[in-house]
């Protein structure tokens, strides 16, 4: 008897040719590169053994119920798994693959190329050279922040964080400072200081956020923070939008409170075009491409069908999340 199995979405080559080897599960999908509709989504998981699902799509108790009592497994192309219903999933003992480290470096290279066309202003420069603002070579025109002396601050010292990290280390960075529930022993490698999230925030002249979403981070960046940022700091996020009141970074931004912002990750996903983030010359806005490389997707992918096949056949899953 062939399992069933539900995708979200088009994968890439890797997924599809590893599944259809197997010959264990029969797969339908929803055959687009745009999202699933909700009710196609519960239609296509009824009676489903197996899930393989994006950041995109919410797995919660309705998507449970929709599959039933055969589902044992959710793939999800993703790190993060805030998108998923954990606490009901682990009590119904749903097995879940994720896709960490394979994607540390796509993403921490990612976000070193935001902050720094954030902190040296690319994308306005890019602007003005296409629309005839570039009338000479000026002084003091364009001018932005350096890496070389600074004090970078990294929320959530976990895999990717250390990767951006060893990553700003190579800039001349002088002090790297890093919060989080615990202090990490990998943080010796980059001479991290493990500071409380006040002192990081105070103190440095990037913040990069590269923690998960969770209950305690939900919010985290609001009113309060961004005001104890200085003046002349700038503002990464990379993990999740959630994390940041964007009402309250539009206010930093927007009133000079803190120089500049660089976002992978918003809320919503898209965000409006009309969105007022988008009006700001001091916000660059990326549509959350962190492991976006060929060779990433095509390695997650296939570690996703990895994931998806374990749990199928009750075997160890390559990435099994297990927290
Ligand atoms: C990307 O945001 C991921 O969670 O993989
Ligand atoms: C976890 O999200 C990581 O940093 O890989």
């Given at each position: ?249 539009y206010q930093a931004l927007s009133s ?68």
């Amino acid at each position: 008897l062939m399992m069933k199995v539900f995708l979200t979405r088009r994968l890439p080559q890797e997924a599809a040719t590893l599944l259809s080897q197997a010959e264990v599960c029969d797969v339908s999908l929803w055959d687009s590169d745009e999202p699933v509709p909700r009710a196609e989504l519960l239609k296509g998981v009824k009676g489903a053994h197996g899930i393989v699902c994006l950041l995109s799509d919410k797995i919660d108790v309705e998507v449970l119920d929709a599959a039933g009592p055969n589902l044992k497994v959710i793939s999800t192309l993703s790190v993060g798994f805030d998108h998923m219903a954990m606490d009901e999933i682990k009590k119904r003992g749903i097995r879940v693959g994720y896709t960490p480290d394979v994607l540390t470096d796509a993403t921490a290279e990612l976000t070193v190329a935001l902050l720094l066309a954030t902190a040296r202003r690319l994308p306005e420069g890019v602007e003005q050279v296409k629309n005839g603002g570039w009338s000479s070579w000026k002084p003091l025109w364009l001018c932005g922040y350096g890496l070389s002396g600074s004090t970078v601050g990294v929320i959530g010292l976990g895999r990717i964080g250390l990767g951006i990290a060893r990553r700003l280390k190579g800039f001349g960075v002088k002090r790297l400072l890093y919060s989080g529930r615990t202090a990490k022993p990998h943080a010796a490698e980059v001479d991290g200081e493990f500071v409380t999230l006040d002192t990081l925030v105070a103190e440095s002249d990037f913040v990069v956020v590269s923690c998960s979403l969770t209950p305690a981070t939900q919010g985290m960046c609001d009113k309060a923070f961004f005001s104890k940022m200085k003046k002349t700091a700038i503002f990464v996020n990379s993990s999740r939008g959630s994390v940041v009141n964007q009402e309250d970074l539009y206010q930093a931004l927007s009133s000079g409170q803190i120089a500049a912002a660089g976002l992978d990750v918003t809320t919503p996903e898209p965000l409006p075009t009309d969105h007022p983030l988008l009006t700001l010359k001091n916000c660059v806005v990326l549509p959350h491409i962190g492991s976006a490389t060929y060779s990433t997707r095509g390695v997650m992918a296939e570690l996703c069908a990895r994931n998806l096949l374990g749990g199928l056949q009750g075997t160890d899953m390559p990435s099994e999340l297990t927290s």
